[in-house]
């Protein structure tokens, strides 16, 4: 897969360099992982580009997890293989999900979800199509509106169960 004009100009829009990574470092080398991941079909493409540890350890986050959520956005919105899509939602859930670690800004957490909740149909579009219970999680930690979250965790919900089957 060849990495979009959007992801790379959200890619563009942030100063990576000014911000603190979880690897100890500036979150320079940033872009350069989130291209290897888009770019690979298959997990062995990907082998030592992790997002891990870097936007977040064991949930704490790090000052480069509210762009890198953006950059996710912006990738969810086109065509992804099946390896960099799950591993893109599964770490945008991490985020949301997250609180700042210590010494980073405090609202860290709650930067992530209303970044996430700006991109809301964004998510729900890869649940109807693809990963309907990461994204199903992800609903329960951004979106404040409870009768949409519960209309679209039902009908995930089940979604999941024909998948089950």
């Not at 980073?104 to 729900?124: F, H, S, V």
């Not at 693809?130 to 609903?139: M, N």
């Amino acid at each position: 897969m060849t990495v979009s004009r959007l992801v790379r100009a959200e890619l563009a829009r942030h100063d990576w360099g000014r911000l603190r990574c979880g690897c100890g470092e500036s979150g320079a080398h940033l872009p350069g992982t989130f291209e290897t991941i888009l770019e690979a079909a298959e997990p062995r493409e990907a082998l030592g580009a992790r997002l891990d540890n870097h936007l977040e350890i064991s949930g704490n986050l790090f000052e480069v997890a509210v762009p890198a959520v953006e950059v996710i956005l912006a990738a969810l919105a086109g065509p992804l293989s099946d390896f960099a899509r799950v591993e893109l939602l599964d770490m945008l859930a991490v985020l949301v999900s997250g609180d700042s670690y210590a010494g980073q800004p405090a609202d860290l957490g709650a930067q992530c979800r209303l970044k996430a909740r700006n991109g809301l149909w964004t998510i729900l579009q890869v649940g109807y199509e693809h990963e309907a219970e990461t994204v199903a999680d992800i609903l329960w930690a951004v979106d404040p509106d409870q009768p949409r979250s519960s209309h679209h965790t039902m009908a995930l919900g089940k979604r999941i169960k024909r998948k089950r089957r």
